[in-house]
């Protein structure tokens, strides 16, 4: 009878042992979760809409994951319908990291003070828009878009509207003027791509680099449309992290050091994921940035009266 009790004392200790050594690894694990008062804290990122929502879904989910592994945070990945309301979303402190266009970026930063462009890819230093218009026009320089109808992307968007309107009144033409019509706002590169080519529009502006990526995946027919004038370069993409004082407070000291190590880390032979996201965003790297970049994007965009 002794035997079988002290047989059944031990099983109980074992168990007891086994349910707290459970207990600290699930609280160890939930440390970095949870804010000083203890609920579990979600580190929000996001990105403008601005080319195919589910491909872009997709790549931002998978965005997420990576930094989470990387960061020991919490991040999930929130969709926007538009740019404004990403950039609210900003200012309220609802989202606390940013793929951001130039102007939004510019934007976003005016109105959360101490948020700071933290990376960009390489060809972010020299990007370009295209000007695009039906195969058949007779159409060569930007002047001759005088009393045509014209499509940009979105309003808010530097490759598909600021910039592309700045060189247009460079070159005499006033876009709220000279077309025919009151200029159209798509409301993304690839929707502007497909107004022209069916014929909506007969002539766009749009972000280079999402017109060479879907010409090389045969999904623009050149045989309806095609680009006539290639623009001057100019900053534009970068990732922006919101006040960094704010953010290592809820987050813990040296997160926004973190999070910008992660994605300057990222490289493509790394692994399948990593692979997958800078095949999403066409670059091989992302490297470091800083506000005073994008201060020529900031005088357009107050001259053109897209920032106050």
């Not at 007779?138 to 109808?149: F, P, R, S, V, Y």
């Not at 997160?255 to 095949?279: C, F, H, N, P, Y």
Request: proline share 3%; hydrophobic share 35%.
């Amino acid at each position: 009878m002794k035997k079988v009790l002290a047989i059944l004392l031990s099983m109980l200790t074992l168990i007891s042992f086994t349910a707290c050594s459970v207990e600290k690894q699930e609280s160890s694990e939930n440390k970095e979760q949870t804010g000083k008062s203890g609920k579990e804290v979600v580190f929000r990122i996001g990105a403008i809409p601005d080319q195919n929502v589910s491909e872009l879904n997709k790549s931002m989910e998978t965005m997420a994951k990576y930094l989470s592994k990387e960061t020991g945070l919490k991040v999930e990945f929130v969709p926007s319908v538009d740019y404004a309301s990403l950039v609210t979303g900003f200012e309220r402190g609802e989202i606390q990291l940013v793929w951001f266009g130039g102007l939004t970026g510019v934007q976003a930063r005016a109105v959360a003070p101490g948020s700071n462009a933290i990376a960009q890819r390489p060809i972010d230093a020299e990007f370009q828009s295209v000007f695009i218009a039906q195969k058949d026009l007779d159409i060569a320089k930007l002047e001759d878009l005088k009393g045509k109808t014209f499509t940009f992307g979105s309003e808010s968007s530097t490759s598909g509207s600021l910039m592309p309107r700045y060189f247009l009144t460079q070159s005499g033409v006033d876009p709220d003027k000279d077309f025919d019509g009151a200029p159209n706002y798509s409301g993304s590169h690839d929707k502007t791509i497909k107004l022209v080519e069916t014929g909506a529009f007969q002539t766009g502006a749009l972000n280079i680099s999402v017109w060479n990526k879907l010409v090389e995946e045969k999904k623009v027919d050149l045989e309806k449309v095609k680009v006539f004038y290639t623009t001057p370069e100019y900053f534009d993409y970068n990732w922006t992290i919101n006040n960094a004082d704010n953010i290592d407070k809820v987050y813990g000291e040296g997160t926004r050091e973190k999070v910008k190590e992660a994605i300057l880390a990222m490289s493509a032979e790394k692994g399948s994921d990593q692979e997958e996201i800078l095949r999403f965003f066409q670059t091989d790297k992302f490297v470091e940035t800083k506000n005073e970049n994008y201060k020529a994007i900031e005088e357009v965009g107050k001259s053109l009266g897209m920032v106050k």
